[in-house]
Structure formats: structure tokens, C-alpha cells
């Protein structure tokens, strides 16, 4: 590891932790930089994880004041987040580097479609507002849903916000305002829960971890600032594709 090295992560980062400020996908940005750095792909991934888990302060900050309305609700799925969150750590740390390795591409592109359907969730979420899923059945299906997503999300993470708030509405009828408030909590929990799991494995390379926490704190300060001013539509389709080139390169090489 040079300085040249730790220089590139943290840009890269900074721009990870601007961009989840703005659109999300963070993630799409430095995991394949660290790879692309010397890595192994596990070694990335988790330290990848606990590199951005300072980025998810930020947002959830912005919204402190909403959380006094949601806490029981997410008393009440905060288990289920922390339990997938662990699991999907464990999942990853058992996976060797060759498996995880094949299929590391196919991941990649599925934060990238994650990515993509953000919009067209929302809208969805929007327009069934009103409808109730208020029933013990959709509920108990839902929750399975959302286990398994903070499985995915302790597992790899790209994107795990994008199903979550679609589990959400399945879950509550309110408003996507009151949701995305579930959402940040839902998806910090996700990741602090892997973080905490990951710490005490032996694969987070500490130097880079350390060099890109500041970079994902940078870069989310920034992203805060200039949020209002920038067009996330424009600024996802950028992380979109380049997400998409980072695993063809992967597939070719």
C-alpha cells in the first residue's frame, strides 16, 4: 500500500459519501476502487462497510426530528434489520474470495438496477399512499421480506435501501416523508449491525478503513451543502454506469 493509494480512496470515498448524500449508490463508487487498489474482494467489501458507516449519520441527522413519531414502529422492525444485518455478515465472512469473487459482477449490477428503479419506487410508493396493508398476513410476508433484505444488505448493501422502502409500504400506510425517516434507521442498523461483525473478523484493512471514514464524512458534509443545487437524477445515472462498466471490466478480466 502506497500514499498514492490511500490518496485514491479517499477522493474516492469523498465522492462516495457526496454522492449518497445527493442520490445514493455510494457504494458502487469505492468498492471497486478498492478492488481495482489490491484487495480481495471480501477484504473490500468489509472494509467498504465500516469505511461508509459515518456517511449514514448525516442523513439520519437531517431527520432527527421525525423520529420521535416512528419509534415504536421502529422498535418493532429494528430486530429483524440487526438480526438480517449479522446474518448477512456471517453469510459473506464464510463465502471464500473465488466464490465471492464469481460473483462479485452480478452483484455490481444489482445495485445498479437497484439503482434505477429508485424513481419508478417511489412513484409507486406515492400513488398507493392511500391504500391500506394493514392485514396480519401482508405484514408477517412483509417482514420475511424485509429480514431477507438486511440479509442482502449485511451481505454485500448496494442498494438495500431501494427494497426496504418498498417493504415499508407493504408494511404502514403514511406517508413516504414518515417511511424514509424507517428507511435511514432501517438501513444504518443493516450496516452498523455487519460493521460491528466485521470489525472482529480479521479482513478490514484498517489503513484504508480509517483514510475513507474521513473521506465518507467529507464527502457527506459537502453532499448536504450542495444537495439542494444538484440534480440526483443526473448524478445517479452517472453512478448507474459507471457501476455497469466497473462489473463488464470484472466479467472480462
Not at 454522492?19 to 477484504?43: E, K, R, Y
Not at 421480506?145 to 442482502?152: E, K, Q, R, T
Not at 452517472?238 to 462498466?245: A, E, F, K, P, R
Amino acid at each position: 500500500m502506497s500514499l498514492l493509494h490511500l490518496i485514491i480512496a479517499l477522493i474516492a470515498t469523498i465522492a462516495a459519501g457526496f454522492i449518497n448524500a445527493v442520490a445514493g449508490g455510494g457504494t458502487l463508487i469505492t468498492f471497486p476502487v478498492l478492488i481495482a487498489l489490491g484487495l480481495p474482494p471480501v477484504s473490500a467489501n468489509v472494509t467498504n462497510t465500516i469505511a461508509l458507516c459515518p456517511g449514514y449519520f448525516g442523513g439520519i441527522f437531517a431527520q432527527r426530528k421525525d423520529f420521535s413519531s416512528q419509534k415504536k414502529r421502529l422498535i418493532a422492525i429494528l430486530p429483524l434489520s440487526i438480526i438480517g444485518g449479522i446474518a448477512g455478515g456471517l453469510i459473506l465472512l464464510n463465502t471464500g474470495e473465488k466464490a465471492f469473487n464469481g460473483i462479485v459482477p452480478y452483484l455490481i449490477f444489482l445495485a445498479c438496477f437497484l439503482l434505477a428503479i429508485q424513481v419508478p419506487v417511489k412513484k409507486w410508493m406515492q400513488s398507493n399512499s392511500g391504500h391500506r396493508h394493514s392485514t396480519m398476513i401482508k405484514r408477517l410476508g412483509a417482514g420475511l421480506l424485509l429480514l431477507l433484505a438486511s440479509v442482502y444488505g449485511g451481505y454485500f448493501g448496494a442498494g438495500v435501501s431501494v427494497i426496504v422502502i418498498a417493504i415499508l409500504g407493504l408494511i404502514y400506510d403514511d406517508s413516504l416523508t414518515s417511511l424514509n425517516v424507517l428507511k435511514q434507521a432501517i438501513s444504518f442498523s443493516i450496516n452498523v449491525s455487519a460493521a460491528i461483525y466485521f470489525a472482529f473478523s480479521g479482513k478490514v484493512d484498517w489503513t484504508f478503513a480509517g483514510v475513507m471514514m474521513a473521506g465518507a464524512i467529507i464527502g457527506g458534509l459537502i453532499g448536504g451543502r450542495f444537495a439542494s443545487s444538484i440534480k440526483p437524477g443526473v448524478l445517479r445515472w452517472i453512478v448507474i454506469i459507471v457501476g455497469c462498466t466497473a462489473a463488464v471490466l470484472y466479467l472480462l478480466k
